[in-house]
């Protein structure tokens, strides 16, 4: 997580006028998809990420970019000081958006390229790849870090993507991949040949 992104905001330039606008659209408009994905509308993400912020029990708006590997790779290494691209990155905020009552619970930023990647790797459509990423992020958005919490956000994930019928987790398929190479690097013991 990194601060606050807020795509809505706009730049110093913009006028309070501009801002409000955007405020008030960015209620109605969740889902921005600067690269379309085959199958995947905006209003089919936006339907999408409100069920999964309510099953997640996330309060606040969330908005949700599907952009390029180039744009996500510029945010990491904005917020994060990380110079590559990644899947997904979440910008947790506790900010009450200007104009209106309701609170922003953050940013989530979607690579499509390597969604579209994932999914030829995993076997299933880039819309349900970009689905298995907006339920991590919000994850991460309702304050799970999978990197420091034990297992309870992969436990979730796992809970949550039954509910929202969705394929094997982003931390479950990271997890099978590391105990792969990690098994793929130790030597096996005289006479067993590889086998365990």
């Not at 006028?15 to 379309?36: D, Y």
């Not at 099953?55 to 606040?60: F, Q, R, S, T």
């Not at 290494?77 to 997904?88: E, L, M, P, S, W």
Request: hydrophobic share 40%; with cysteine; glycine share 8%.
């Amino acid at each position: 997580m990194g601060p606050p992104v807020c795509f809505w905001q706009g730049n110093e330039k913009t006028s309070q006028k501009t801002r409000r606008r955007a405020a008030e659209s960015a209620e109605k408009k969740l889902v921005i998809l600067q690269k379309r994905i085959a199958g995947l509308s905006e209003v089919a993400l936006e339907r999408f990420a409100l069920r999964a912020r309510r099953v997640a029990n996330l309060k606040g708006t969330v908005n949700v970019l599907v952009t390029s590997s180039a744009a996500v790779q510029s945010l990491n290494r904005q917020f994060r000081g990380k110079n590559k691209a990644t899947d997904v990155l979440s910008f947790s905020s506790l900010l009450t958006m200007p104009y209106n009552s309701s609170r922003l619970a953050g940013d989530i930023a979607i690579s499509a390229d390597i969604a579209v990647q994932n999914a030829h790797r995993m076997g299933h459509s880039a819309a349900v790849e970009v689905k298995i990423l907006t339920l991590h992020g919000i994850l991460h958005l309702a304050g799970f870090d999978h990197e420091r919490d034990g297992g309870t956000m992969a436990r979730t994930e796992l809970k949550l993507r039954r509910v929202l019928k969705l394929p094997v987790g982003l931390i479950e398929r990271e997890a099978s991949a590391s105990s792969l190479n990690n098994s793929r690097h130790r030597k096996p013991k005289a006479g067993t040949w590889g086998t365990r």
